[in-house]
């Protein structure tokens, strides 16, 4: 199964509900196996609540990686282009 899995991702994504033993077995079979090809990997636990800002930003760097992977580089695509124009007004020097 691992073998022809391997033919169609490009990147895992392990979405599991708080503290699951289910999730962490997946992640802990997975993670490795993944790691060994160089695929990207991503483990979330999820509590019913809205994602924290880390965990998004950790969701976005996958999906780049996984553009990396997949041979495709450009990840402008994925960038806003407001959010790089304009500075958020709360760092200001």
Known sequence: MIRFVSCLLCGIVNISPFACLIGRVIEGLFTPW????????LSVEVD???LPPNIVNKLNIFMVNVLR????????A?????AVAEPASGFNA
Do not use: M, Q, T
């Not at 993944?34 to 990997?41: H, K, L």
């Not at 992977?69 to 402008?76: I, P, V």
């Open 34 to 41: 993944a790691r060994e090809r160089n695929y990207p990997v």
């Open 48 to 50: 019913g609540n809205l």
């Open 69 to 76: 992977f997949r041979g495709k580089g450009d990840a402008s």
């Open 78 to 82: 994925l960038v806003d282009e407001a």
